[in-house]
């Protein structure tokens, strides 16, 4: 997996370093791991379906939205989120919040916004630990919420996805009974002018 949000010291801003996401053991316990968090960096952790997103905060700890049924490792269960409309802010060790699931550092806005100061970024999340805000999966999701505390601009790359592939599908579809009615008009014309 090619990330543009991990680059090496000596490395132009549009150079890349390929990157496998780590459990929380493997980035925490080694040494060599090649990408260790730094202060505002944005975390992206892979849940059955999903992506889970926190921003780390230092010491292992993150801050991250958590709907009611968001679980550390819960999987399937967690996609219940979308039916909550409220979720708590809460901080925790990173190690926790990602359970079993697999993570990388992901900063993949970072060629598009500027990312606000570090300091600023640990300020904005810290005052919201505790808070409960309102929760939507299409517009106040966990990563419109680390994307507007590291950018201070809310967006989920997850929804608009979604959004394309089902507009491209229901476009696909649309083309397709269009076609079969013109087919169907046309085999019926033809029927009638043999009669």
Known sequence: MTLPCCTPAHATP??????????????MSSPAAPVTPK?????EIFRFGYQH??????NGYVV???????????????????LTDKAMVKKE????VAGRDKFHVHNKHDDKYS??????????????????VPYKLTSENCEHFVNELRY????SDQ?????????????????GLAAMGISRFLRNRNKREEQ
């Open 14 to 27: 549009h150079e890349t370093l390929s990157v496998t996401p780590l459990s929380p053991e493997e980035l």
């Open 39 to 43: 202060l505002g960096d944005l975390i």
């Open 53 to 58: 997103w926190v921003i780390y905060v230092g």
């Open 64 to 82: 991250h939205l958590a709907p009611q049924s968001e679980i550390a490792g819960a999987g399937a269960a967690s996609v219940m989120s979308a």
């Open 93 to 96: 060790l990173l190690s926790d």
């Open 115 to 132: 990312p606000l100061p570090p300091n600023k970024i640990i300020q904005r999340a810290e005052e919201l630990v505790g808070q409960e």
């Open 152 to 155: 201070g601009v809310s967006r």
């Open 159 to 175: 929804v608009t996805d979604t959004v394309v592939a089902v507009g491209v599908a229901a476009g696909v579809l649309a083309v």
